[in-house]
């Protein structure tokens, strides 16, 4: 993966990342789950394409893992310059900072659901869920809750869920500023008149940008043991098909 981990990280100049820890595990296991469906490709030729589909689906999800994880240290990087408490003491030039950490905190906190739901799509093929017959368009967590339902890979199920319950509070925070990011329009200027309101003098205050890293950060962490534990385990039930 070190050939895609150039992009933002040359804005500041910067070598491309070192996978290390959770983030290299989690990239290793997607990637030796990627080579056993090309080899059970080659083996019997696919002639539903089904193992080349979920090939195809595992690499997006492994670009989508390196974008996320891309956005999150833009935004915490352009979080460290921005050092005033409201928005009228910043500098012309820390103004441009706070807004590039807006965007690309926000392109993170939406990139942290879509990775889920992609991974969802993936599980509801790999384990034949047909989730799509309980509700069209279905997230990540509609597929646990069938897989729960139905009975299906206990183990895998049992390990997704007390990955999501440890995760819960940041990502619920994180999930009510996504939905308002997409559903809602101007939810910025909202914000800012509804500050003017409540404050006397009429001044702006920044949200706490230090806690929503430290949202994203645990989002990340929670995405990783996700995408670990649930790779590790189609990986194994390939393995049995080989």
């Not at 460290?80 to 807004?99: G, H, L, N, W």
């Not at 308002?180 to 001044?203: C, F, K, V």
Request: proline share 2%; hydrophobic share 35%; aromatic share 8%.
């Amino acid at each position: 993966m070190e050939r895609e981990t150039q992009m933002l990280r040359g804005l500041f100049g910067e070598a491309p990342r070192h996978n290390e820890g959770l983030l290299r595990s989690t990239f290793e296991a997607m990637e030796r789950t990627v080579l056993q469906l090309q080899r059970l490709t080659n083996a019997d030729n696919d002639p539903k394409h089904i193992w080349r589909k979920y090939e195809i689906w595992a690499r997006g999800l492994i670009t989508s893992l390196d974008e996320l994880e891309q956005s999150r240290y833009a935004a915490e990087r352009f979080h460290s310059r921005v050092t005033k408490t409201y928005q009228d003491e910043m500098t012309p030039e820390e103004e441009t900072d706070y807004r590039r950490h807006l965007y690309f905190y926000k392109n993170g906190l939406i990139r942290v659901f879509s990775v889920l739901d992609k991974l969802g799509t993936l599980l509801n093929g790999v384990l034949e869920l047909n989730t799509g017959k309980v509700k069209q368009r279905f997230s990540y967590f509609t597929v646990l809750r069938q897989m729960r339902y139905t009975g299906t890979e206990p183990e895998l199920a049992e390990k997704l869920g007390a990955i999501k319950e440890s995760y819960k509070d940041p990502m619920s925070r994180l999930r009510k500023q996504r939905n308002t990011e997409i559903h809602y329009m101007n939810s910025e200027m909202q914000d800012d008149l509804w500050q003017r309101h409540q404050a006397l003098d009429g001044r702006v205050k920044l949200e706490d940008i230090g806690h929503n890293i430290a949202d994203l950060d645990q989002a990340l962490e929670m995405v990783c043991k996700t995408l670990l534990a649930s790779f590790q385990h189609i990986a194994r039930l390939l393995r049995a098909k080989s």
